[in-house]
């Protein structure tokens, strides 16, 4: 039975090498040819897939299989988070960036069980990075790595396990961990530009090239800096004694090449939403799975490929902040890897930043599709950002008429909005004011000479072009001083936006838009959805492995989430508080 099953296996994967040959090279096959005996194409695409067959590098599993070995054993495995996992499942264990997990089952290839503190759940693998010393104790090792020093950096010896280790060797296991991680980066991106760019290109019947430029970004001039960066770091890597490998420079080097990665990383989600519509049709399935083949790629799909050097930038902090922790004050790399560390954390600071900010805008659109009567553009066609949001007496002109509106200051832009006077939960369009002309002024409280009225928590937004002047009053005084805080937080925004290049794409905006519209006109709760970031994660809701004990499986502990501000800053309307 073995060997019927070995020759079936043989035979299946030598008939898909030929279907994928023929994928590559001519986008078409001759039906005859191959479905006479095994069937239609997408039977024997479904056939290799259920095979379990794996091409790819050698041990492309190992590392999954020795986390559930040292699980099995009672060893205590942990992680540390990449990025903020922001979650709205209980059953999802949330957690910022630098928190370490506690990975307690890793038998699923893309969820894993966790646990911070008292709270346990599920999480995407590719979310944390393993920490490289799994036998230091868990009380020396911070919750979140910020600086990456060691308090206890006085200790030179400590017992592990069966012998003794010194700072010196966790050094030289961190300094292994990078040079590694670097030569591993590189195949696989040298596995993306030619195994699927380049085959790609000869297939203009397929793709044009704004398409490749939109599903690959700048991955080419990644790959080019990368490779660059590479060299530079094996010729600081000391071999013979790698404790004293001086890596921080070449950080400090190549920290302004790195910023390439911010345009990648702002691209992502489109080439995610490119990929899904194309991926819809199944030529392009069986192609990019015959240039996975053909390159000998592990098994993971396109889109999981992609998202390496985003994960890749925001590891280095992680692994720098760990490097630092192990290099003594008096190490001659000591004040290069601490300047590296603050310069790489700026980077995925800045990185991370665009991804939530990315993510907020579905839950842009999907507030202004709750909003009744809206007149004029989208919000999104000038602003990603919510700032602040509250109630306001406005005092209009001729005659001092007040009125009691809630307003919502985005970025380049403030909202009037009416509450419904029987459903104070709805909401009625009524004006916006566009920021980029406005100055704030702070009125003290008193006869005001513009209104000819007395006022108290009162500003002004005044427009330098037209002189014209809207005043505003609050009920408290802290919430005025909140308010002129909000409007100092706008202008800053703008000008870090301008700053930094961020903008989000005509495509992003009419999805995010679309994806509101869809809902709004289902009659279903206003819930909030994330088309990108559930791509990224491949699926909503992960499958429990059936090796989970039932009692685990009822007893699963709601994370501790902190809110976002945009929650905080509308948690007033109760279309959202569902």
């Given amino acids: 039975t073995c060997s019927l099953f070995h020759i079936t296996s043989c035979a299946l ?4 090498f030929l279907f994928a040959v023929a994928v590559i090279a001519d986008g078409a096959l001759d039906k005859t040819a191959l479905t006479d ?3 239609s194409e997408e039977d024997l695409y479904e056939d290799f897939r259920s095979s379990n067959h794996r091409y790819g590098h050698p041990g492309g599993g190992g590392e999954q299989l020795a986390i559930n070995e040292l699980i099995s054993d009672g060893s205590v495995v942990y992680a540390e988070a990449l990025w903020d996992h922001v979650t709205m499942d209980d059953q999802e264990l949330g957690f910022k960036a630098g928190d370490v997990i506690e990975v307690m089952d890793a038998t699923n290839k893309e969820w894993w069980w966790g646990r911070i503190l008292d709270s346990e759940g599920w999480f995407p693998a590719s979310f944390v990075r ?11 090792y911070p919750v979140k790595v910020e600086g990456g020093k060691d308090d206890d950096s006085s200790s030179g010896t400590r017992r592990f396990g069966m012998g003794q280790t010194t700072k010196d060797q966790m050094r030289t296991n961190v300094i292994n961990e990078i040079i590694s991680t670097e030569r591993d980066y590189i195949k696989h991106l040298k596995d993306i530009c030619e195994g699927y760019i380049k085959q790609c290109r000869k297939r203009a019947d397929m793709f044009t090239e704004e398409q490749l430029k939109t599903i690959f970004g ?4 990644i790959y080019r800096c990368q490779k660059k960066f590479v060299k530079a770091l094996e010729k600081k890597f000391n071999k013979d004694h790698p404790h004293l490998s001086e890596v921080g420079s070449c950080f400090l080097e190549y920290q302004t090449e790195f910023q390439i990665y911010s345009e990648y990383c702002n691209n992502h989600p489109n080439a995610c939403m490119e990929l899904s519509r194309l991926t819809k049709v199944n030529k392009y399935v069986y192609f990019f799975e015959a240039c996975r083949l053909l390159q000998k790629m592990i098994d993971i799909s396109l889109d999981g490929f992609l998202l390496t050097p985003v994960q890749k930038i925001c590891k280095y902090p992680l692994q720098l902040a760990e490097l630092l922790k192990y290099t003594n004050p008096q190490h001659r790399d000591f004040k290069d890897v601490e300047a590296a560390l603050n310069a790489m954390k700026n980077v995925a600071r800045l990185i991370n930043e665009r991804k939530r900010r990315l993510e907020n805008i579905d839950k842009i659109a999907q507030w202004q599709s709750s ?3 809206w007149e004029g553009e989208d919000v999104l066609v000038r602003s990603s950002e919510l700032i602040y949001s509250g109630e306001l007496t406005k005092v209009s002109h001729p005659q001092a008429k007040s009125q009691q509106r809630m307003f919502f200051l985005f ?4 909202v009037c909005c009416k509450k419904d006077l029987l459903r104070r939960d709805i ?3 009524k004006s916006r004011i566009n920021m980029d002309d ?4 702070d009125i003290e409280d008193g006869k005001d000479k513009d209104f000819s009225i007395s006022v108290k928590n009162a500003f002004k937004l005044h427009c330098r072009d037209t002189e014209e002047v809207h005043l505003f009053c609050a009920k408290k005084p802290e919430q005025k001083q909140r308010w002129l805080k909000a409007f100092e937080n706008e202008r800053r925004q703008v000008q870090l936006d301008q700053e930094t290049g961020f903008s989000i794409t005509e495509m992003q905006k009419k999805q995010a838009m679309l994806n509101a519209s869809k809902q709004h006109h289902t009659g279903k709760p206003k819930a909030v959805t994330r088309p990108y970031y559930d791509f990224l994660m491949r699926q909503k809701h992960p499958t429990l492995p059936t090796t989970l004990p039932q009692q685990q499986v009822f007893m699963l502990a709601e994370p501790k989430r902190k809110p976002s501000n945009f929650w905080q800053n509308i948690s007033r309307l109760t279309p959202f508080r569902k």
């Fill in 37 to 39: 005996d095994v069937g």
């Fill in 411 to 414: 970025d380049h832009q403030l």
């Fill in 218 to 221: 700048n991955i080419e001039d």
């Fill in 427 to 429: 909401l009625y369009y």
């Fill in 130 to 140: 393993l920490r490289v010393n799994q036998d230091e104790p868990m009380e020396d």
């Fill in 438 to 441: 406005m100055e704030i002024l």
């Fill in 13 to 16: 994967l030598c008939w898909w």
């Fill in 371 to 373: 909003i009744e009567d």
